[in-house]
């Protein structure tokens, strides 16, 4: 596995199949930024879909539910 493999690795926290060494060390560097790219973005969706549910629980209640979520 290339070098350039390495942090593609480290990002998917698993090994790559063997059809990657075919992969151009750009190819493996753009899989890997388009990759983090997408994490973080389903993140921030996930956060903006927690923030709004909690709209749908009646304000008193928040604290109790954020806490019960681990937010």
Do not use: N
């Not at 926290?13 to 890997?32: C, I, M, Q, S, V």
């Not at 990759?35 to 973080?40: D, F, I, S, Y």
């Amino acid at each position: 596995m290339p070098d350039a493999a390495q942090p593609l690795i480290r990002t998917l926290g698993a090994p790559l199949p063997d059809e990657f060494d075919r992969l151009t060390d750009a190819d493996l560097a753009e899989l890997d930024r388009l990759l983090r790219h997408a994490v973080t973005a389903r993140g921030e969706r996930l956060g903006a879909a927690v923030e709004s549910s909690l709209q749908l629980i009646p304000r008193l209640m928040r604290p109790t539910v954020k806490r019960a979520l681990g937010l």
